[in-house]
């Protein structure tokens, strides 16, 4: 693995359904972070971790939990997934309050 | 509350140069950071800047103003493969990054 993994690259899913993200680095980057972006609208936060074992609500936090086990994962659950979570997400990792590295991104479309 | 603003989409010539500007509004200011997006790619890292003044790297150049909430970014030379969309981010008293919607720029030969 070299910086950051997404899995799935992309996904359809009925509404209703639980769905979870997956987002695994390899630069034991302390800060982990998963973002949405929709057309228009820039990349929105929807929940963080400064460290292994603590995480926090970004601005879209509803209808997402995550969590954080260890250093290198930090996957992203929809409970219940819903068409507006139809969207592009992507998980970044950062080890300071500078750059973040994002992953590739992955595509989920809620029908 | 907290906004970032850029112009939406903007359009150059291949070899000329383009500023692309950046006008925010943060609680608390830690740095303004420009990313780079190709069309189905991740973001990836150009500039960060926390104090006043102009940051230069090869063809890229990002300038600062803290008092005016204003920051732009420089590109020379401009090449077909300098389209892409350009995210401008501030960082805010809580260390979080907030993102405007980007600006999409469309290079012409």
């Known amino acids: 693995i070299a910086g950051i993994t997404q899995a799935p690259t992309s996904q359809i899913l009925a509404a209703g359904r639980r769905m979870t993200l997956r987002c695994t680095q390899d630069?034991?980057?302390?800060?982990m972070y998963w973002y949405r972006q929709d057309l228009g609208l820039g990349l929105r936060l929807i929940h963080y971790?400064?460290?292994?074992?603590?995480?926090g609500k970004g601005e879209v936090p509803d209808g997402y939990s995550v969590s954080r086990a260890n250093t290198d994962d930090f996957p992203l659950t929809l409970a219940s997934a819903v068409p507006s979570q139809t969207s592009v997400y992507f998980c970044a990792s950062s080890d300071s309050e500078r750059e973040q590295f994002f992953g590739p991104g992955t595509r989920l479309t809620v029908l | 509350g907290q906004n970032i603003d850029q112009p939406t989409e903007m359009t150059a010539t291949e070899g000329a140069i383009v500023q692309i500007n950046c006008t925010y509004q943060t609680s608390g200011f830690n740095g303004l950071f420009w990313y780079q997006q190709h069309a189905g790619e991740a973001p990836t890292f150009l500039s960060y800047?926390?104090l006043d003044g102009l940051e230069e790297k090869g063809r890229f150049s990002s300038f600062l103003s803290r008092s005016k909430g204003y920051s732009y970014l420089l590109l020379k030379e401009l090449q077909m493969k300098d389209s892409a969309s350009y995210l401008c981010a501030a960082l805010d008293s809580n260390y979080q990054l907030i993102w405007g919607a980007g600006t999409k720029l469309i290079i012409k030969p």
């Open positions: 971790s400064n460290t292994a074992g603590t995480t």
């Open positions: 630069m034991r980057h302390n800060a």
């Open positions: 800047n926390v």
